[in-house]
């Protein structure tokens, strides 16, 4: 194994690349890149006869990207692992030959690939349907489908932690890990000093997370426009009520009309908790809004931005995404963030 941590030598190790194209004309442009642990150009080699090669030179483990055009293909592969064969085949298709945890990489991604085909199967799904109902199905069943794409890649970020497999899938999906994802992955890689690329990207991706937490603050006061046309202000909800569960959305969210759903299902069980439910649309068009309440049959209060996305309001609880939750207490506080059904039904 690879390891990052220990007995690595430091001497550079000069490993050779060989590639071989059935598919690119003689004196194709080969671009080589050291994508880790920073990126930086190497080289350009030209395809002579089919072939081509050069040399990685390291004294830890690295990674490399080599790309061509016309046809565009490209390949990464580990330094420090011996020889590696590149064969560009008909159609396009890639084969790699080298060390032991290229092909581990190599056989992990033929496993999560079926699993990536059905999240964008029913991503597709979700892009091409006009009907809100199959919209709402195909959303439900891509978070499904995504959930396990992103669990299994997890599980072989923490399974090769100490290695340049591990290290390099967690800094490559650096900007898509989500807050439990981080949680699980950066105590693993903190233990490999030689790793630290991979840590800083993920510390700096849960930084810009943690950026636009609102919990525990004091929840910004906001007075907007109801949907029979009088003036609400969240001051004035808080003295009449234990609970106000703020919830920012607009109709041409889809997701923002599955949670309309999910909360018209339980409204009557958390309004007896003290709970008062306010629906914050940053719709452009007022009409739009409108016949999106009439449609999901929305019981609870409503109310409507000035400027959609760009209102004081968005900005005061940094509303990034939608939909976008706050439950906010008795003195004002913001206790929850990003708040599900299940969760108001135990509180």
Same mark, same amino acid.
């Given at each position: 194994?690879?390891?990052?941590?220990?007995?690595?030598?430091?001497?550079?190790?000069?490993?050779?690349?060989?590639?071989?194209? $059935?598919?690119?004309?003689?004196?194709?442009?080969?671009?080589?890149?050291?994508?880790?642990? %920073?990126?930086? #150009?190497?080289? =350009?080699? /030209?395809?002579?006869?089919?072939?081509?090669?050069?040399?990685?030179?390291?004294?830890?483990?690295?990674?490399?990207?080599?790309?061509?055009? $016309?046809?565009?293909?490209?390949?990464? !592969? /580990?330094?420090?692992?011996?020889? !590696?064969?590149?064969?560009?085949?008909?159609?396009?298709?890639?084969?790699?030959?080298?060390?032991?945890?290229?092909?581990?990489?190599?056989?992990?991604? &033929?496993?999560?690939?079926?699993?990536?085909?059905?999240?964008?199967?029913?991503?597709?799904?979700?892009? %091409?349907?006009?009907?809100?109902?199959?919209?709402?199905?195909?959303? +439900?069943?891509?978070?499904?489908?995504?959930?396990?794409?992103?669990?299994?890649?997890?599980?072989?970020?923490?399974?090769? @932690?100490?290695?340049?497999?591990?290290?390099?899938?967690?800094?490559?999906?650096?900007?898509?890990?989500?807050?439990?994802?981080?949680?699980?992955?950066?105590?693993? /890689?903190?233990?490999?000093?030689? *790793?630290?690329? =991979?840590?800083?990207?993920?510390?700096?991706?849960?930084?810009?997370?943690? $950026?636009?937490?609102?919990?525990?603050?004091? *929840?910004?006061? #906001?007075?907007?426009?109801?949907?029979?046309?009088?003036?609400?202000?969240?001051? =004035?909800?808080?003295?009449?009520?234990?609970?106000?569960?703020?919830? #920012?959305?607009?109709?041409?969210? =889809?997701?923002?009309? &599955?949670?309309?759903?999910?909360?018209?299902?339980?409204?009557?069980?958390?309004?007896?908790?003290?709970?008062?439910?306010?629906?914050?649309?940053?719709? +452009?068009?007022?009409?739009?809004?409108?016949?999106?309440? +009439?449609?999901?049959?929305?019981?609870?209060?409503?109310?409507?931005?000035?400027? @959609?996305?760009?209102?004081?309001?968005?900005?005061?609880?940094? !509303?990034?995404?939608?939909?976008?939750? #706050?439950?906010?207490?008795?003195?004002?506080?913001?206790?929850?963030?990003?708040?599900? +059904?299940?969760?108001?039904?135990?509180?």
């Amino acid at each position: 194994m690879a390891l990052l941590l220990l007995g690595m030598a430091q001497t550079a190790i000069a490993q050779k690349v060989q590639i071989h194209s $059935a598919i690119h004309k003689a004196g194709t442009k080969i671009t080589i890149y050291r994508d880790w642990p %920073k990126r930086t #150009f190497v080289d =350009t080699v /030209f395809l002579q006869e089919g072939a081509a090669s050069f040399e990685m030179k390291d004294s830890l483990p690295a990674v490399y990207s080599i790309s061509m055009r $016309a046809p565009f293909a490209n390949a990464t !592969v /580990f330094s420090n692992e011996g020889e !590696v064969v590149i064969d560009i085949l008909p159609g396009s298709s890639i084969q790699l030959k080298g060390g032991k945890q290229l092909q581990a990489l190599k056989s992990f991604e &033929a496993v999560v690939k079926p699993l990536e085909k059905n999240w964008q199967m029913w991503g597709n799904a979700y892009a %091409k349907s006009q009907d809100l109902d199959e919209k709402l199905r195909a959303g +439900e069943e891509g978070n499904k489908a995504a959930a396990k794409v992103m669990e299994a890649r997890v599980k072989f970020c923490l399974q090769h @932690a100490g290695d340049i497999a591990g290290a390099w899938s967690a800094y490559n999906y650096g900007n898509l890990w989500r807050e439990e994802d981080i949680n699980k992955l950066l105590p693993a /890689f903190k233990k490999y000093p030689q *790793a630290g690329a =991979t840590y800083d990207k993920l510390l700096a991706q849960q930084q810009v997370l943690q $950026a636009n937490k609102m919990v525990g603050q004091p *929840a910004p006061n #906001f007075s907007l426009t109801a949907i029979d046309g009088s003036t609400v202000s969240l001051h =004035t909800l808080l003295e009449s009520h234990e609970y106000v569960l703020i919830d #920012f959305w607009a109709s041409w969210c =889809t997701p923002c009309r &599955a949670t309309n759903r999910k909360l018209a299902k339980i409204y009557d069980k958390i309004k007896q908790k003290g709970i008062v439910v306010v629906s914050i649309s940053v719709d +452009e068009k007022e009409e739009a809004w409108r016949k999106a309440v +009439e449609a999901d049959k929305i019981p609870w209060l409503q109310l409507r931005t000035n400027n @959609a996305m760009k209102s004081e309001a968005v900005k005061d609880y940094k !509303v990034a995404t939608l939909p976008a939750t #706050f439950l906010i207490d008795k003195k004002g506080h913001i206790i929850r963030q990003h708040i599900s +059904e299940e969760q108001l039904l135990k509180l």
